[in-house]
Antibody, heavy 119, light 110 residues
Framework: EVHLVESGGGLVKPGGSLRLSCAAS????????MDWVRQAPGKGLEWVSS????????YQADSLEGRFTVSRDNAKNSLYLQMNSLRVEDTAIYYC????????????WGQGTLVTVSS | NFMLTQPHSVSESPGKTVTISCTRS????????VQWYQQRPGSSPTTVIY?????PSGVPDRFSGSIDSSSNSASLTISGLKAEDEADYYC?????????FGGGTKLTVL
């Protein structure tokens, strides 16, 4: 069974940094692209970033202005999101999700980790 | 980049049929698959339709999806509405460098 478990969320001050992790199990991690999707309180889903199987291709939402960096460690079955220069508007639940290249869809999601940016 | 536009909310009575639309702003709706996700309060999204009209195992056949090139939109139709269908629904598509979500539609089963 596929499991995605995010961790690393918490309270951080504006301008601070945080690193999220996503531990994957139940599938061959190295054969799937992975994504981060976030959801601000009471708002809709917003795609954040994606990384291909070998980290060759990395894409990010333009709205992030390059402040976030996605990475992965296939040996550890783990996905990461380094978030710098955090803003109040980055407050959200951050989900990791497995991308299906054949269908262009997210079939598996983690439970999410809450990031709160506040002074 | 394109956008996907959904109605903010829809409501219908139990047993009835409701349709939620998702309109693509630029480029053809048929050029990339459309997915639909259901999200109940406090839970992660789950897929109810993928590849325009395919249902994952476990999703009842009351859920169906379609695309209409004339209106450049996708639709999620839920028939025989049940109280448990009350949730937020999101459409999603993609292009080479982006994944795009619609703004979400809150379905209320009256």
């Amino acid at each position: 069974e596929v499991h995605l478990v995010e961790s690393g969320g918490g309270l951080v001050k504006p301008g601070g940094s945080l690193r999220l992790s996503c531990a994957a199990s139940g599938f061959t991690f190295s054969t799937y692209s992975m994504d981060w999707v976030r959801q601000a309180p009471g708002k809709g889903l917003e795609w954040v970033s994606s990384i291909s199987r070998t980290s060759l291709y990395i894409y990010q939402a333009d709205s992030l202005e390059g402040r976030f960096t996605v990475s992965r460690d296939n040996a550890k079955n783990s996905l990461y999101l380094q978030m710098n220069s955090l803003r109040v508007e980055d407050t959200a639940i951050y989900y990791c999700a497995r991308w299906s290249s054949s269908s262009g869809s997210f079939h598996y999601w983690g439970q999410g980790t809450l990031v709160t940016v506040s002074s | 980049n394109f956008m996907l536009t959904q109605p903010h909310s829809v409501s219908e009575s139990p047993g009835k049929t409701v349709t939620i639309s998702c309109t693509r702003s630029s480029g053809s709706i048929a050029s990339n698959y459309v997915q639909w996700y259901q999200q109940r309060p406090g839970s992660s999204p789950t897929t109810v339709i993928y590849e325009d009209n395919q249902r994952p195992s476990g999703v009842p056949d009351r859920f169906s999806g379609s695309i209409d090139s004339s209106s450049n939109s996708a639709s999620l139709t839920i028939s025989g509405l049940k109280a448990e269908d009350e949730a937020d629904y999101y459409c999603q598509s993609y292009d080479t460098n982006n994944r795009v979500f619609g703004g979400g539609t809150k379905l209320t089963v009256l």
